[in-house]
C-alpha cells in the first residue's frame, strides 16, 4: 500500500508510517465478577456515549467484528477452565 501524504498532517503521518504506536482508549474484563469495563474512548469509537450501555461480552462480541472475535470466546474459555 502507497500512501501518497502532503506533509499537512505530521500527527496522522506519523501514525500511518507505524513510528509510534498511537493507543486510543481500553477495555478490561474482571474474572472475579465477570465484568466489562471500557474507557469513554472505546465508548465513543463504537458511536456510543459514554456511560450510556454497560459492556457485556455479548456486545463486544458483536463489536469486535472478524478479526476481534476470538477475544471475548478466550475470555469465556478462561472463565469456565
Request: hydrophobic share 35%; net charge negative; glycine share 6%.
Amino acid at each position: 500500500m502507497n500512501w501518497e501524504l502532503d506533509g499537512g498532517s505530521p500527527n496522522i503521518e506519523q501514525a500511518l508510517a507505524g513510528d509510534v504506536p498511537q493507543r486510543v482508549g481500553w477495555f478490561r474484563f474482571y474474572f472475579a465478577d465477570q465484568r466489562w469495563e471500557w474507557s469513554y474512548e472505546v465508548q465513543r469509537i463504537h458511536g456510543y456515549e459514554p456511560c450510556s450501555v454497560t459492556p457485556t461480552t455479548d456486545l463486544f462480541d458483536r463489536l469486535l467484528l472478524t478479526t476481534h472475535r476470538r477475544i471475548p470466546r478466550s475470555n469465556d474459555r478462561s472463565v469456565t477452565a
